[in-house]
């Protein structure tokens, strides 16, 4: 059914929305490729940031006049809504286009086949499910939000070779070595929220931002003006936060959960970036379903870095979907810290089921990246 050339448009489609995964959020990643009938690349474009021009865009805008008659592949089916920018699958029909295969129809309400429709209903043949795998992985939290109404959720934990987070005594700085550290740094910078609990906080007074220089190597692709620092969430039930911790002095949006209020005088000590929300409790603690349709609102997806406690909590409650391990070649030993809190299996049958998708070296560390499915 489909041509080689077919194939080798949509990956290029696929490689030119991958550029935008710093900076569309919470937009989708979203790729567009035109070529005329003798199949050479007219126009092409990505999903740059949120509010600007969608990828559709840049291409018939490169493609001009040579639109006409000419075939568009794009990794997410055409918008057919007025959102702060008119709809592309009207777009297309105006530039004359003659063709459009997409890869993965869009589950946003305010599309989910009506941009299918409006090309078809104007006589652009459409063809669907190309490469739709390879799409579905440039959007993973786009695809959890709009789909469950609840980011994608990933863990970061690092740990030693025996699966230690920390010394008995608490020491854990550095387990991992400065290019793994770099990593999380990324891993920061691609997503809409990083989330901690209030005991990492009291421990180690992280500032949990994404510092620029630390980028390594992205700091050739992303400039410091385009970079979106993560909103910054602590989950602090019982109201412990203290105020002068680092991460409420940094600027940058930050978020404390809890299951009480917080006292009057703690909020108004708060400076401006800080935002205090109460959600439901489970045993006393945040519920942690609760917490993810409050950030579903508005987040695609969230980094727990936490200790074994909460990170543990979520996966036992079935709410992580990936965890990302950075092992490094040291032993702590038996009194060392575990990696997670999880209840007391009898059977291997009721362990949290792993999938090894990505094993590579960060520098001297090996960096896992696990899907948890159940
Ligand atoms: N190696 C790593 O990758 C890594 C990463 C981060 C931290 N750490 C280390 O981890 C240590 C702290 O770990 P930890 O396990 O004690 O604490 P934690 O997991 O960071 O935080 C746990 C706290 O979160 C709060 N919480 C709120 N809602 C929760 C829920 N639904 N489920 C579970 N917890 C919830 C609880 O306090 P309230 O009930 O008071 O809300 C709980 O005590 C630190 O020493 C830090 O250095 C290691």
């Known amino acids: 059914m489909w041509s080689t050339t077919d194939i080798a ?100 309400p305010q599309v989910a086949g009506r941009g299918i429709f409006m090309l078809q209903d104007a006589g652009i043949e459409v063809v669907s499910g190309l490469m739709a795998d390879e799409a579905r992985q440039l959007n993973p939290g786009f695809l959890s939000r709009m789909e469950r109404g609840r980011p994608y959720v990933t863990l970061k934990l690092a740990a030693s070779l025996d699966g230690k987070t920390a010394l008995a005594n608490g020491e854990s700085k550095w387990i991992t070595g400065p290019a793994a550290r770099q ?56 109201c412990r936060m203290p105020l002068n911790a680092r991460l409420l002095q940094l600027s940058g949006a930050v978020l404390l959960v809890s299951c009480q209020p917080y006292p009057a005088e703690f909020c108004e000590a708060l400076p401006a970036h800080v ?23 508005s987040c695609n997806s969230v980094l727990v870095e936490a ?14 979907d990936q965890l990302i391990l950075y092992q490094a070649p040291k032993i702590l030993g038996a009194a060392g810290r575990n990696l997670l809190q999880l209840p007391p299996y009898q059977q291997l049958s009721q362990i949290p089921a792993l999938q090894l998708i ?17």
């Open 307 to 320: 200790g074994a406690t909460l990170s543990g909590a979520f996966v036992s409650c079935g709410l992580a």
């Open 9 to 108: 448009m949509m990956s290029r489609a696929i490689m030119l929305a991958r550029r935008g995964r710093y900076t569309t959020r919470p937009n989708p990643n979203v790729g567009c490729v035109i070529i005329d009938s003798h199949g050479a690349i007219v126009g092409e474009g990505w999903h740059q940031r949120a509010g600007g021009p969608h990828a559709e865009v840049h291409a018939w805008r490169m493609a001009g006049d040579k639109a006409r008659g000419a075939t568009a592949y794009v990794t997410l089916e055409p918008c057919s809504h007025y959102g702060r920018t008119p709809p592309c699958a009207k777009g297309l029909i105006e530039h004359g286009l003659q063709r459009v295969v997409i890869a993965m129809t869009d589950p946003n």
């Open 183 to 238: 990593d999380v740094q990324r891993l920061r910078a691609l997503n809409c929220a990083v989330i901690t609990g209030i005991e990492t906080v009291l421990a180690d007074d992280p500032s949990m931002n994404v510092r620029y220089q630390e980028l390594g190597y992205l700091q050739q692709q992303l400039g410091e003006d385009e970079l979106i620092q993560p909103l910054r969430v602590v989950l602090d039930s019982a």
């Open 275 to 297: 935002q205090c929300v109460q959600l439901p409790g489970i045993d006393g603690r945040v519920d942690l379903a609760a917490l993810l349709q409050y950030l579903g609102k």
């Open 358 to 374: 990505e094993q590579r070296k960060v520098g001297v560390d090996n960096r896992l990246t696990l899907k948890i499915g159940y």
